[in-house]
């Protein structure tokens, strides 16, 4: 079944302890729509590039199946870049340039074959923006959204119209303490939840993920890797590889989600091995397979024993 | 069966959000043995306090079944005193002093009845201190270790000698970044479990734990709470927890090593919602149960489904 993903197609500069990017294909939109198409057919990609960016970019995700309809190209303008140095623990990250260009003036529109997406994913874009693309998805079963803490502190009243309008939020620890003004992220995302979201997911980088949905709570490490390159998209390519999962589930229930987020962290931990989006260029449905079974190893409780 | 705890019995400073103790009863090894009597009935305490050390504070682990002729009372000086403050979000943490008192002659000699312990639990002290009670327990089928920054600084040779004799290292996880010199957890653990112990358990506060055992890795997360009152000796308690649990383990194999993962993790969960060592006071071992039970639902994958 189709995902749509709205967000970025950015040129990227990534400094971490193990090397350097220049202009390297990034954006959200791209890290969404490379994770979800595991699972989907249908990928819809929306996004806007400027005057500078190279057929090669568009080629990555145009051999990958996914679909390109909705990816604007702005003659006047030049593509969204940010850059960004890791520290030597991955965990600290300084953003050293974010060029806003094509997307100060972004207003999608989506292609008409878009419209009927089953599963929407608003990358973390302007509020604004992601309102746009739901009002032109009306027929989502379900409406995934990201945001960041810029939206929290400059755009509070649009992020909270949103809010109300989405089905599920994904956003970092930080984050979530941050639009809660609450510093248990428990009792905060009790809070954020009221604000509309019916399931909320709390990713916390290398200390996994904490989903609420419906009564239960719901908690996966992240992948225990040993060679990480660069976390960059790790969140996108969790949030991509999460909807693309649900998109080929007949009933969207607890157990749905929950499967959805094992997914989600084993793309997202191929992600970070290698820089970039390059982990999820050449990676196959056997190795996701695969993984999935040693993350279950990894947090199976075993039956028996285990009493008061 | 039998567990030893040495460690310190303190007076502890502690100021929350949420209020304020005053030489409250403290120390490793009263986290230790209180979390460690639920499993077990046969809990050996080792320790040190001085002069102005109450009867009541003795009497908190006298009623509740410790063992206690392994507490030594020096009359020439003052009991061990430490204060800390937390802040906001509690996981930030600051010492306000550390008054080492009787601490600094400590030089445990076991009670006859102790040193055939079967499980030796080497709370968090200098490293030649642990080293004399591991020769006075030569038959300990399990020895568990605990150690702290300031140790990896300032005895380093101490400590190795004394990692490479145990079974079984728990720190938290930026003492074990500091101890391996290495950023990343996994390689980090690959390098201190060279270091002698088999196992390794690395704590992470409010993401949880991580456990090494064998070729296996294994993840529990922190079990959820909204009233988080004071985190003081959560990381004893569920050492505590942990060795409790393997004293009533028939054999000690990954699967008793991840029960007693579980297990102690729980214990750590009722101790952060009281201050000091209060919630352990009065806990049963049907609330642990019950407990325990909620922790399955969070971390258990369902079946079906998840392939990629």
């Known amino acids: 079944m189709s995902v749509l993903a709205v967000g970025t197609v950015a ?3 990534i400094e971490t302890p193990f090397g350097k990017r ?3 294909l ?3 939109a791209t890290y969404i729509t490379l994770a979800a198409r595991f699972m989907s057919d249908d990928v819809n990609l929306v996004a806007v590039v400027g005057n500078d960016f190279p057929e090669e970019y568009v080629d990555v995700l145009r051999d990958r199946r996914i679909h390109l309809d909705g990816l604007e190209r702005r003659t006047d303008q030049k593509t969204f870049a940010w850059g960004g ?9 300084d953003t050293l340039f974010t060029d806003l260009n094509v997307l100060s003036g972004f207003d999608p529109v989506l292609p008409e074959a878009y419209r009927s997406s089953r599963i929407v994913c608003l990358g973390n874009l302007d509020p604004g923006v992601q309102a746009k693309v739901m009002d032109q998805t009306p027929d989502a079963e379900l409406v995934l959204c990201d945001t960041m803490n810029f939206w929290i502190e400059h755009t509070p009243d649009a992020l909270k119209t949103i809010l109300a309008r989405v089905d599920c939020l994904v956003i970092n620890d930080s984050e979530a303490r941050e639009l809660a003004g609450e510093p248990n992220l428990i009792r905060a995302a009790r809070a954020i939840r009221g604000m509309g979201p019916k399931v909320l997911i709390i990713k916390k980088g290398e ?3 904490l989903m609420f949905a419906g009564e239960s709570i719901f908690s996966v490490p992240a992948y225990p890797l040993e060679d990480i390159q660069d976390p960059t998209g790790a969140g996108d390519a969790f949030l991509g590889g999460f909807a693309g999962y649900l998109s080929g589930c007949p009933v969207l229930d607890v157990d749905a989600f929950k499967h959805a987020l094992v997914y989600g962290s084993v793309v997202a931990s191929f992600t970070v091995e290698r820089f970039g989006p390059e982990g999820l260029y050449d990676l196959t449905r056997a190795e996701i397979a ?12 075993p039956l ?3 009493e008061g």
């Open 290 to 301: 695969s993984r999935i079974e040693a993350f279950r190893d990894l947090t199976t409780i």
């Open 85 to 93: 140095r890791y520290h030597y623990d991955l965990n600290q990250r």
């Open 22 to 24: 220049d202009r390297a």
């Open 26 to 28: 990034g954006g959200s």
């Open 11 to 13: 040129f990227d500069q």
């Open 304 to 306: 028996s024993r285990v």
């Open 207 to 209: 200390h996994g993920a």
